[in-house]
């Protein structure tokens, strides 16, 4: 009876240790997590959103977005909160842009706008 009991909690202490190891804080990203952290290149123009200046170079980090228009150093910087696969702007870029759904591409992101536009960025 001895060894049935040292078995059993031997089981337990098992099983306990597994659910303390798998939190569920780690299944947060899931699989269809977008990384948005990198350099990015903005080809395209959409003046109502970014000024109609071309060729943004787009670095994003951990909270914040930096951009450079190529033909003059106007940086400017917006922080980010994100939810899953939703970002909020603050403040909003150019006051227009200041939410979005994050899109995965095959050369970058793209981020999908409540007014139907996506701004595609290609990785750099």
Known sequence: ?????????????????ACLVSCSDDDDEGMDYI?????FRYDGN???IMDAKDFYDVVITENTITTTPM????????TYTRKGNKITITPAMNGKLSSATIVETSSGIGFSTSNGKTLFFTKR
């Open 46 to 48: 959409v003046p109502e």
């Open 35 to 39: 990384k948005i952290v990198g350099t």
């Open 1 to 17: 009876m001895k060894k049935f009991y040292f078995i059993l909690s031997a089981l337990f202490a098992c099983i306990f240790t």
């Open 71 to 78: 033909f003059n150093d106007e940086k400017s910087s917006f």
